[in-house]
């Protein structure tokens, strides 16, 4: 059975404090670190941190003790505290906090977070720990490899149309550009979101589709090289559009090598 935290203690105060993280100020800031790369963060000398593992669990956390830290883990959340020491001169209490640089290992979903942390009077932190290139793969991998190719295809226009994207697909910058097919003059088409499925050798792409006069959408019609190349499916949320409507188009795409 755990051992009951005495009061007093470095871990009692972080503990006794986490429900004020449900209530941090307005200029709380979220930080993103990434695997086997060292993040420079700042965070608070005062208030508790807080560090997130998106999609998984925290499994460890590595620090020097003997800089004045306090460090709860649990589940996918870990809190770091730079302890503050504090002085009583006959009722005169001076504080004085944490200027001394730290590092961090954190290991979270089988991958290395290196963090140095400057601990500066500034509001308390989130740090969320994001995905690398190669977990964003095996997790779709695991996602979508049970599936054939037509449900794979289902699945990410569903979750497109849904809004409902896993973490693991990574958003790329949308073109800028205005597209026209000239098998279809009447409509104008403006990417609006491009997301990368890494491990899962596909891409894809959501566009606005705006009528400037009645039409009914067939898909055939954006099987086009102006959508992409190697185009491998093509969905409408709606399929007839008056003059001035807009449709929402999905399109799904091998990579080249596929």
Request: with cysteine; glycine share 6%.
């Amino acid at each position: 059975m755990p051992k009951p935290i005495k009061p007093g203690t470095p871990s009692h105060a972080i503990l006794s404090a986490i429900a004020l993280l449900m209530a941090m100020p307005a200029g709380a800031q979220t930080i993103r670190a990434l695997p086997d790369q060292t993040s420079r963060i700042r965070l608070s000398n005062h208030d508790i941190n807080h560090v997130v593992c998106e999609g998984g669990d925290i499994e460890d956390v590595k620090f020097s003790q003997e800089k004045g830290l306090a460090v709860e883990k649990g589940g996918s959340d870990a809190w770091i505290k730079f302890l503050v020491r504090q002085i009583d001169d006959a009722g005169q209490v001076t504080r004085f906090y944490v200027t001394q640089p730290s590092e961090f290992f954190i290991t979270c979903n089988g991958a290395t977070y290196p963090l140095y942390a400057e601990p500066a009077d500034i509001p308390a932190q989130t740090v969320a720990l994001a995905p690398g290139a190669r977990q964003r793969a095996k997790a779709n991998s695991d996602l979508l490899a049970p599936l054939a190719d037509e449900d794979r295809a289902v699945s990410i226009t569903m979750a497109i149309l849904g809004n409902r994207i896993p973490a693991s697909f990574s958003e790329i910058a949308p073109s800028e550009a205005a597209i026209r097919l000239s098998g279809v003059p009447a409509v104008t088409i403006a990417e609006h979101r491009r997301l990368a499925i890494e491990g899962s050798g596909l891409s894809a792409s959501e566009y606005w589709v705006r009528a400037s006069a009645p039409i009914t959408l067939e898909e055939r019609t954006f099987i086009d090289p102006a959508l992409g190349e190697h185009i491998f499916a093509v969905s409408f949320d709606r399929g007839r559009l008056a003059a001035g409507e807009s449709a929402r188009l999905i399109v799904i795409r091998r990579e080249a090598a596929q």
